[in-house]
């Protein structure tokens, strides 16, 4: 009796293709690592020639922000001043107006859709909302520039206020509304994800549909809301469009929200948009700025995620 | 007796007006948001409104034999024909000044109409002819009522000299308002008159081909490798990290990459849709990721098990099986983040594509810029003309944005249908 | 022959286009336990749930008939749903307590109906609740730690702390000791059977021993239809129809 025999060695194709094939793959996933490595590299690296030419003190701590460049050698002033703390006050500013804005607008409209909403008004209003986060940041600058800044203006005018055509408190609105679907979806998600059996248990003890969100929902999804926040935050932090086009250009330190402001990322647009030689002081100072930047948002990005995953994994 | 009535206590009626109060609350949330959408969209769209015509002006013009010489028609002075047409038809504009306000009826860019018209029509020389000519931004916005005319002569653009020429001409029948093709099919222009937003259009398709052409292949590697072969180490840990962290990195954070590595250290050319396109890429991968790989879990694992029992191996597995049944829902993600890419202005600031093209650049290396700068250039000009031509700019980038979206949407549909 | 408590006739529930309960004539006395028992999907629960309208928070949920709790249709219009579910409190299959602590999850429901007015009568309060509930022994001096840190039987207790916090007249339980072990489960039912002196009980249980053990009275539910209803040793040791026989002798179910 003879067997037929199986040829378990030959294969029709050679294994190291398939190799060749994985190895560029897993080329194409290390390219995210890369872009990371190239901006932490490129920021610090010209960072650090930054500042050799201005110290670290003077930039962090300098209250004076007013980057001009000499026109002829030996000019007074000439080095300009790169006190960064006018921006972080600006962008500040900007960004807890922004935040004033949508964190009340996203949280209510997240509780509303997901404790209150039937099935065929979730279903438009939820998709409605999105629009709002597709829409080119460009536009809401745009529209922060010319209809909401003269408006506000008009409004202060009414009241005997002199507000500036460009101001914080335009750039914030328009941005808080921006952010608007961010905060819903997030704090959606939240809120979704507290178990329906502690809305029973709380409605089952008579508690209404408000009690039971008030009480028993928000402060379960409150670690879900303060990362949803944070990320939020750190959005308005970066965004620049809007800042750019309607807040102003005046690095001052002010609390007052109908004042011109400027941020970090309208600094390091409006520097980088003219020409000048790439190693000015004016120049490198963009990548500080820039650097400041990425650390704070990541800082925040990191926090965020981590609450928003911890969370999760302590209802699955 | 038991009492369930709304007077049965427990503070019920207090209670109903919060609750009540707390709904409204919700709902005035969602209203205001919208309501500040539809706002900001109407706005733009009646703004918009008025680049969709344009004004034009009758002007009678010699072109006879002394004018132009059949022989040359290039050659001809232009200008000055249609400026003595001009004189012409409104002889009692006598001074300097008045002259200069009569030749500034008609938009700049009128002489070089006149030569196009004659160069694709000879038949037209050898008399006085009558063209339709393109009208200045200023003549059109009072023909169009955008003009307050009851302010003081001071105070507005137009004088009342001119007011009365352009009454005249209305009259007469010598102005008519047309389809403004031009806006489309223009570059950008100092006129808003004439301005465009070809050559923007183009610099954006031109960067979002670069963007595609990098993203989508690298993307979709890089998710075929963390779904399928990545084995759970501390390296495809990181890379998962990475991923999440750049996606909430600010987009200006890669302009600033752009610019000191693609710029700076490989020497690009500056204002190129080719190192746009590359900083777009580098921004929209982490948007193509995460959507790929979500589309390859959601193929049934039954695909990849079914060759492998064949006796194919891993990579033709994935490559032959799996990855067809994820394409759809890859390029549905691939979509949506090449219309985020569409609308990102900050990023290509940096790197120059703020240029003043006119002219439509003709390869990824022309220096160009993109439709969302063009906006934010239009935006910064003090020109009420320029206005309505950023509103009608936003408009086609939102049209743009929403066919992308709807072509997304449709995919999506029908993935959902498939398994 | 007692009064009714509570009294169902001709109840019908749809989920949308799904009927789930058939023509229901029920009529429940007071302190007492009564059992509801069934196969899965029977409709057990979704009578329970039509006693409280917790079944009002399905919007395709459809009721039909009278549901008289003390001679007053609760699906009248002039029924609060609010002060209904205040005086019928409902413990559920799974311990739900709050993310709070021990004393917070039972004075809660003192603190959204304001049944209290000083702080110490709501200490005092809470403590009489745990008491009842059989769990002061073991939290007395743990009130502020979460409601979660406690044992599965432990949790499950202080969810009819909770409830009984706000002094209803009838419990609804739902399945209360499915998700328990052994011995939480006997703790539990030796509690329900205490509370039956002061509150009419109405348990929908999976378990026929433990129907058999609690109840006084026993209604057998079969696709959405009341087979049977009487008390339990009549039900358990003469029943009248043969669908009820064949459950109790586990041929069905």
Not at chain 1, 73 to 81: L, N
Not at chain 3, 221 to 239: A, D, Q, R, Y
């Amino acid at each position: 009796m003879a067997y037929e025999t199986l040829n378990l060695t030959k294969t029709a194709r050679p294994k190291w293709l398939d190799r060749v094939v994985v190895a560029l793959l897993a080329a194409a996933a290390s390219v995210a690592i890369l872009v990371t490595l190239g901006i932490v590299l490129s920021l610090i690296f010209e960072t650090l020639q930054f500042f050799k030419k201005i110290p670290l003190t003077d930039f962090l701590f300098g209250l004076d922000w007013s980057p001009q460049t000499a026109i002829r050698e030996g000019q007074i002033g000439a080095k300009g001043s790169f006190g960064v703390i006018p921006l972080i006050n600006g962008t500040l500013l900007v960004s807890a107006i922004a935040m004033l804005v949508a964190a009340p607008l996203g949280l209510a409209s997240a509780i509303y859709l997901s404790e209150y909403a039937g099935k065929g008004a979730r279903g438009w209003i939820k998709p409605a909302l999105e629009v709002l986060a597709g829409i080119p940041t460009v536009v809401y600058g745009f529209f922060a520039a010319l209809t909401v800044a003269p408006f506000i203006r008009m409004t202060g005018g009414q009241f005997g206020l002199e507000i500036a055509s460009e101001s914080a408190l335009a750039a914030g609105i328009v941005m808080g509304i921006m952010i608007v679907p961010l905060v819903s979806s997030l704090s959606d998600d939240a809120i979704n994800a507290v178990p329906q059996t502690l809305r029973d248990a709380s409605l089952g003890l008579g508690a209404t549909r408000s009690e039971t969100t008030r009480r028993i929902v928000l402060p379960a999804a409150l670690p879900g809301i303060s990362g949803a926040l944070l990320l939020a935050t750190s959005r308005a932090i970066g965004e620049t469009m809007i800042v750019l086009m309607a807040a102003g250009m005046a690095a001052k330190l002010t609390l007052n929200p109908l004042d011109a402001v400027t941020t970090i990322t309208v600094q390091i647009v409006t520097l980088l948009t003219g020409d000048q030689a790439f190693d000015s002081a004016k120049t490198l100072s963009t990548f500080a700025l820039g650097l400041l930047l990425f650390i704070l948002t990541l800082c925040l990005n990191v926090v965020a995620l981590k609450i928003v995953k911890k969370y999760r994994e302590h209802y699955d | 007796m038991i009492d369930f009535s709304k007077s049965a206590g427990f503070n019920l009626i207090r209670r109903h007006r919060a609750e009540k109060r707390f709904q409204w609350a919700g709902r005035s949330a969602i209203f205001i948001s919208l309501t500040f959408l539809v706002v900001m969209v109407g706005s733009i769209l009646m703004d918009a409104a008025g680049t969709l015509r344009q004004t034009q002006i009758a002007v009678t013009v010699d072109l006879g034999p002394d004018a132009v010489d059949p022989d040359n028609i290039a050659g001809a002075r232009f200008g000055k024909i249609l400026k003595s047409a001009l004189r012409a038809q409104f002889p009692d504009a006598k001074k300097r000044k008045e002259k200069k306000k009569l030749y500034n009826l008609v938009s700049p860019e009128g002489s070089f109409e006149i030569k196009r018209q004659l160069i694709a029509n000879p038949d037209l020389l050898g008399g006085p002819q009558t063209l339709w000519l393109t009208a200045s931004d200023d003549l059109d916005l009072f023909y169009r009522g955008k003009s307050d005319a009851s302010l003081p002569e001071s105070q507005r653009r137009i004088s009342d000299l001119e007011v009365a020429w352009i009454d005249t001409l209305a009259q007469s029948g010598s102005l008519r308002r047309v389809l403004n093709w031009n806006f489309l099919t223009n570059g950008d222009s100092r006129e808003p008159e004439i301005a465009g937003i070809l050559s923007a259009l183009v610099g954006s398709l031109f960067s979002l081909a670069v963007c595609f052409a990098l993203s989508f292949p690298i993307g979709i590697g890089a998710a075929i490798y963390l779904e399928e072969f990545a084995k759970p180490s501390r390296m495809s840990d990181l890379i998962e990290v990475n991923i999440n962290n750049l996606a909430a990195v600010p987009s200006i954070i890669f302009g600033l990459l752009g610019l000191s590595i693609f710029l700076g250290y490989m020497g690009m050319p500056r204002s190129s849709p080719l190192v746009g396109g590359m900083v777009l890429a580098l921004m929209t991968l982490p948007t193509i990721i995460i959507s790929a790989r979500a589309a390859l879990r959601s193929v049934p694992p039954s695909f990849k098990q079914a060759a492998l029992a064949l006796g194919a191996s891993p990579v033709q597995a994935v490559f032959h099986h799996v990855l067809p049944a994820a394409m759809p829902g890859m390029l549905t993600g691939a979509i949506i983040g090449m219309a985020q890419a569409l609308g990102e202005t900050a990023p290509l600031l940096m790197i120059g594509m703020v240029a003043f093209v006119v002219d439509v650049p003709d390869s990824i290396l022309a220096p160009a810029t993109a439709l969302p700068v063009q906006i934010f250039l239009w935006a910064d000009s003090p020109e009420r003309a320029f206005t309505e031509k950023t509103a009608a700019a936003i408009i086609v980038l939102l049209i743009f944005l929403i066919a992308m979206n709807l072509i997304a949407i449709l995919l999506r549909r029908k993935l959902e249908q498939r398994f | 022959m007692d009064i009714p408590f509570i009294s169902a006739s001709g109840v019908n529930v749809h989920y949308g286009a799904k009927q789930a309960l058939f023509d229901i004539d029920l009529d429940i006395q007071a302190n007492k336990v009564t059992a509801l028992i069934g196969p899965s999907g029977c409709g057990k629960s979704t009578f329970l749930r039509a006693i409280n309208r917790m079944n009002d928070l399905i919007p395709s949920c459809q009721f039909d008939g009278s549901l008289k709790i003390g001679g007053q249709d609760i699906y009248a219009p002039s029924v609060d749903v609010v002060a209904l579910r205040a005086q019928v409190g409902m413990v559920f299959q799974k311990p739900n307590p709050f993310p709070k602590s021990i004393f917070e999850n039972v004075a809660y429901g003192l603190k959204i109906h304001r049944l209290t007015t000083s702080k110490q009568e709501l200490q005092d309060r809470v403590e009489w609740s745990l008491k009842s509930a059989g769990l002061w022994a073991e939290v007395a001096d743990r009130l502020n730690e979460p409601g979660n840190s406690l044992s599965g039987g432990q949790q499950q207790r202080l969810c009819i702390a909770r409830t009984i916090a706000v002094s209803p007249r009838i419990i609804l339980m739902d399945e209360p000791c499915s998700a328990l072990d052994p011995i939480a489960t006997a703790v539990v039912e030796e509690l329900i059977d205490g509370l039956r002196k002061d509150y009419t009980i109405v348990i929908v249980t999976h378990s026929m021993q433990q129907a058999a053990r609690i109840s006084q009275r026993t209604a057998f539910f079969h696709m959405g239809k009341l087979i049977e209803v009487g008390s339990t040793k009549s039900v358990f040791t003469n029943p009248q129809q043969e669908q009820t026989s064949n459950y109790i002798t586990g041929r069905i179910g």
